[in-house]
């Protein structure tokens, strides 16, 4: 019997439960629509622009760091302790220079005597080639003869490279910006020196859109600005044009510029690359403000009969505070600048200057 009670009261406290859960979710449902109702009775102030074609140079500006022009490692070509090593932080040198050696005392011992041996099967060949000739030995020993020499020229042209790589030469002209080893140390081949970079010329990479890498081409002149030097203009030229863009439909475009002696850049500065067209053109253009949301998904709210209405729209390029509009609006519209956190599709919109 008690038990029967006890499901009895829980029962009817669900159902309560139930009830007023119901009746909050009616009350919010309620609220929402007076806010809603709220918000479009009464007018909310907003700045407003109309839209219009606007006159657009087609010259282009992006930002970028500047990288060396060439960059590369000191490598060890074999393996062997470091006898000499005439290379510190910031010493210049020339591609090919000799900027230091393996120790190489053995291979020289080894190639002096491989020379001998060389030598040796040269002359056994030639005296048995002759011998042949008047058949006083057999062809099988000429060839024998012959494999023993031919071997020992490739030993010997083998250990003659193996001393020419313990030379170790700068890979490229430029400056040693990155020592890693000393003398004395035993390195493997392969290994790693140090780092050499060629900022004799410099290169800056920038990220251009789908519509405006279709607007340049390959050996086109773009002038580089820094500011460190204001006033100071490096002419460059477009070397690289990426063939395919990212997820964002940017295209990588790589520019080279001369480096100057009396305003010297430095890789890893930011610089101004101003891709020149010398064309204008005009365009539709909206305030940047006007946009709701990103680019990406760009919307604005346009008045109509002093009411907001909203409106999808197709951005273009956002050139400085406006933005290009490729479609969805009409010239002469107006639309809402400022105040559109308050705005729903029809609200009153007083305007305001």
């Known amino acids: 019997m008690k038990k029967s009670k006890l499901i009895l009261i829980a029962s009817v406290l669900v159902i309560v439960a139930l009830i007023g859960f119901k009746l909050a979710a009616n009350k919010k449902k309620i609220n929402a629509k007076e806010q809603v109702k709220s918000n479009t009775d009464k007018a909310i102030p907003a700045t407003v622009q109309q839209v219009a074609y606007g006159s657009v140079n087609e010259n282009l500006t992006k930002l970028g760091t500047l990288n060396a022009f060439r960059e590369a490692d000191i490598t060890a070509e074999t393996s062997g302790r470091i006898n000499d090593l005439n290379f510190e932080l910031g010493t210049r040198v020339k591609e090919g220079q000799l900027i230091g050696a393996l120790d190489s005392h053995l291979k020289e011992l080894a190639l002096a005597q491989i020379e001998l041996t060389a030598k040796k099967n040269k002359e056994d060949y030639e005296r048995y080639s002759s011998l042949l000739a008047s058949n006083a030995t057999t062809e ?8 023993q020499y031919e071997n020992s020229v490739n030993q010997l042209d083998q250990l003659k490279k193996d001393l020419a790589d313990a030379s170790i030469k700068a890979p490229i002209s430029g400056e040693v910006i990155e020592k890693k080893v000393e003398k004395g140390k035993y390195v493997s081949a392969g290994t790693s020196l140090g780092t050499v970079v060629d900022i004799s010329k410099l290169k ?10 279709y607007r340049i ?40 510029l001369g480096n100057d002696d009396r305003f010297p850049l430095k890789a890893g500065s930011y610089v101004s690359a101003k891709f020149l067209s010398g064309t204008e053109e005009q365009v539709m253009l909206i305030s940047r403000d006007a946009i709701v949301e990103s680019l990406k998904d760009p919307y604005v709210y346009v008045l109509e009969n002093n009411k907001a209405v909203k409106r999808e729209i197709k951005a273009g390029r956002e050139l400085g505070n406006s933005v290009e509009v490729l479609g969805g609006l009409k010239p002469g519209e107006t639309v809402i600048t400022s105040g559109q956190i308050n705005l729903v599709q029809g609200t009153l919109v007083e305007v305001v200057k």
């Open 140 to 147: 099988t020993t000429v060839t024998d003869m012959k494999y």
């Open 204 to 213: 800056v990479q920038v990220p251009l859109s789908e519509q405006e890498v």
């Open 217 to 256: 081409k390959k050996g086109q002149t773009v002038t580089v600005t820094s500011d460190v030097y204001p006033d100071k203009i490096y002419p460059g030229m477009i070397s690289y044009i990426s063939p395919k863009g990212d997820d964002s439909h940017n295209y990588t475009v790589e520019v080279v």
